[in-house]
């Protein structure tokens, strides 16, 4: 068994898209209409890692988007070009929460998507398996 899809609410069906493909660069992999307003939408990588974007419907979603992991880092992101992928960010208006640190496993920069999630930005010091 392994992981398929993660969830992940934001208050647009579009606005996920245009962030997730537009500025991280992630494939869109699906967009289906399944009627009466909603969406399947699926974002990520051709290898793996692929978000579920769903638009929030009840009040309870709204209130969690921005919060789906309780204020801590729940997304990460890997980069082989960590200088390139942070410009793209920052021109793009994108938020980094402090500067840049290296650590035993790579880069990292922390910082929040328009909805308010926050994510790891890291280039690893050693090429995914």
């Known amino acids: 068994m392994k992981l398929a899809l993660t969830t992940l609410v934001v208050p647009d069906y579009d606005a996920g898209i245009a962030f997730f493909v537009d500025t991280l660069d992630f494939d869109l992999i699906e967009d289906s209409d399944?009627?009466?307003g909603k969406r399947w939408v699926v974002v990520g990588g051709a290898d793996g890692g692929r978000l579920?974007?769903?638009?929030?419907?009840?009040?309870?979603?709204?209130?969690?988007?921005?919060?789906q992991t309780g204020g801590r880092v729940g997304f990460f992101a890997h980069t082989d070009d960590f200088a390139g992928t942070q410009a793209r960010l920052v021109d793009a208006g994108?938020?980094?929460h402090a500067q840049p640190r290296h650590e035993s496993y790579g880069t990292v920069a922390v910082f929040s998507d328009p909805f308010g999630n926050r994510w790891d930005l890291i280039e690893p010091k050693e090429?995914?398996?």
């Open 52 to 67: 579920l974007i769903a638009k929030a419907t009840t009040e309870t979603q709204t209130a969690a988007i921005g919060n």
């Open 94 to 96: 994108i938020l980094l």
């Open 34 to 36: 399944l009627g009466s």
């Open 127 to 129: 090429p995914a398996q």
